[in-house]
């Protein structure tokens, strides 16, 4: 019986250690992590997106305050507030993310990370790709379009200029 009463006092003192923190001590932690382990660009990187999100969060709310739909008006704010794009976002999501998954190994927490409820945003990561001659005539051959005539051409002038 006393076993179970210890294992009950550890359980309460891991609940209750998560309730008393806040948003000022995780990111503490957090940016004392990312100067350990990151470049100083980096650093100041992550420094600045726990400015904002401390701001938007407020230093001092309790971590076990933080609902899903207030991350959901985090998305909001970057992207639409602070005009930034959806890929912007998905960089403070990783933060906060990474934040709430050190506080909780720190402190051997057993809590749901509340940013695993929440999915950040599907980035378009495409661009044009130009080929090189070379890369032309080898993509043409692979496709079996032969017979193939690449001619050089004269620079082009802007299609909107008043040049002739």
Request: glycine share 2%; hydrophobic share 40%; aromatic share 12%.
């Amino acid at each position: 019986m006393e076993l179970f009463s210890v294992v009950g006092l550890f359980v309460q003192a891991i609940v209750f250690q998560y309730v008393i923190l806040n948003f000022k001590q995780m990111f503490d932690e957090y940016l004392e992590y990312s100067e350990i382990n990151n470049n100083i660009r980096t650093y100041k990187d992550n420094k600045h997106k726990v400015e904002i999100m401390q701001m938007f969060f407020g230093a001092e709310k309790k971590l076990s305050d933080l609902k899903p739909y207030e991350i959901e008006k985090l998305k909001t704010f970057i992207t639409k507030d602070l005009k930034n794009t959806k890929s912007t976002f998905n960089r403070y999501f990783a933060s906060l993310k990474k934040a709430f998954n050190l506080v909780i190994k720190n402190h051997n927490l057993n809590v749901q990370n509340p940013c695993s409820m929440v999915s950040s945003f599907k980035e378009d990561n495409q661009r044009p790709r130009y080929l090189t001659q070379e890369e032309a005539v080898e993509f043409v051959k692979n496709m079996e379009l032969e017979p193939l005539r690449i001619e050089v051409m004269e620079p082009s002038k802007h299609i909107f200029s008043h040049i002739e």
